[in-house]
């Protein structure tokens, strides 16, 4: 008796917080504090902890009665332009092509979030913040985008232009509003850009109103739901204050692509194309393009294709192409360079004179750079 006298002041302690975590709508307290119940019930009260968590896992789902229904994306009340961009029509989204390392990170994220039924059933939160880091096109949006794909999730994107309003007082206010949106709906919020609202709140060249915008922030993500993720990407992660870091789940930073990816990236590119292209280009490519990030890749990838297509130029031929008009345009110093690596990589596949006419260079000086270079 006096066991479970003991049990039931232990659970019993966490009722006050259930009724005003719902009282005041923090339904991030609400949740934690009813997955606190699950794991204090199901031992001796198994029955009562299924039936919490069964709440729990429809909830996450966005099932039944917590579906909701017609609600608008919010738009900024002075110039009634959309904070938001919301589509549900991910289909065809490509994963991005990363290392072992990123696969692992993300292949995590999925995994809690397909299987959040089971982690709220044991009483656990599934993670539903990621923060994205990494140079100008690495992926960062492709990923989210997939994931949402994956996740079979809408995703709504945050304008940040259009929430930045000129009067600073409302942007707290449109931040506000958009994430009691994504709150209600079980939906992917997508921040790009995040630096801007989520800056070092000891940066001394901001004013007082973007600090207060910060707090918000805080404020918002520490009340977000498992129902819905929160995806924030940034190219500038050390502008981002320090207390926004400890609010993330995971912090995944997204590399510049190496040679394997950039070849990887190609293949892909190239599709059914792929059988007609010589190894030692892709090879050459790959070693060539790294570094380069995956929207670049990808446009060189495409131009090649045209180039292919409308000249009617062998893929192989059209690839070095548009690799040398890539260095012509950033450094012609790098044309002869690439003459040198060619030669290396086809050897008698190609000639002087073809090099030359590629590359534009007279013979004499693209036998000078294959010299040059076989004696370095």
């Known amino acids: 008796m006096r066991k479970n006298n003991i049990i039931e002041q232990s659970w019993a302690n966490d009722l006050p917080a259930l009724v005003e975590a719902g009282l005041l709508e923090d339904k991030k307290n609400l949740e934690l504090s009813a997955i606190s119940l699950v794991r204090r019930l199901r031992n001796e009260f198994p029955d009562v902890a299924k039936g919490i968590a069964a709440v729990l896992s429809g909830y996450s789902k966005g099932n039944g009665a917590f579906r909701s229904v017609g609600v608008s994306p919010p738009a900024d009340r002075?110039?009634?332009?959309?904070?938001?961009?919301?589509?549900?029509?991910t289909r065809g989204a490509l994963k991005p092509v990363f290392d072992a390392r990123i696969e692992s990170e993300v292949a995590r994220f999925v995994a809690e979030r397909e299987r959040a039924e089971e982690l709220l059933k044991?009483?656990?939160?599934?993670?539903?913040?990621?923060?994205?880091?990494?140079?100008?096109g690495t992926g960062k949006t492709m990923l989210a985008t997939w994931l949402a794909q994956k996740l079979e999730m809408k995703i709504a994107v945050f304008d940040l232009a259009t929430s930045l309003s000129s009067l600073l007082g409302n942007t707290g206010l449109n931040i506000k509003r958009i994430f009691s949106y994504a709150k209600q709906e079980s939906i992917i919020l997508f921040l790009d850009e995040f630096d801007a609202i989520a800056k070092r709140r000891d940066d001394a060249t901001d004013v007082g109103e973007l600090k207060r915008i910060v707090n918000v922030l805080l404020k918002e993500m520490e009340s977000w739901p498992s129902r819905s993720i929160l995806i924030a990407a940034t190219?500038?992660?050390?502008?981002?204050?320090?207390?926004i870091y400890r609010r993330f789940d995971s912090c995944v930073s997204l590399p510049l692509p190496d040679k394997e990816q950039v070849i990887a990236i190609i293949a892909r590119s190239l599709g059914e194309r792929l059988d007609t292209v010589s190894p030692s280009i892709l090879d050459l490519l790959g070693e060539v393009l790294k570094g380069k990030n995956a929207s670049e890749i990808v446009l060189y990838s495409?131009?090649?294709?045209?180039?292919?297509?409308?000249?009617?130029?062998?893929?192989?031929?059209s690839l070095m192409t548009t690799l040398l008009d890539c260095a012509r345009r950033e450094n012609s110093k790098k044309i002869g360079i690439l003459c040198y690596a060619m030669k290396q990589a086809l050897g008698s596949k190609i000639s002087v004179r073809k090099l030359a006419e590629l590359s534009g260079l007279s013979t004499t000086t693209v036998?000078?750079?294959?010299?040059?270079?076989v004696k370095q």
Not at 122 to 136: D, F, H, R
Not at 367 to 373: D, E, S, T, V
């Open 78 to 89: 002075d110039t009634h332009a959309n904070l938001l961009q919301v589509d549900d029509a």
């Open 302 to 317: 495409n131009n090649a294709i045209k180039h292919h297509l409308i000249n009617e130029m062998p893929l192989d031929e």
């Open 122 to 136: 044991a009483g656990v939160m599934p993670a539903n913040k990621l923060l994205l880091t990494g140079a100008p």
């Open 235 to 243: 190219n500038h992660p050390e502008l981002l204050d320090p207390a």
């Open 367 to 373: 036998q000078y750079h294959i010299k040059k270079g």
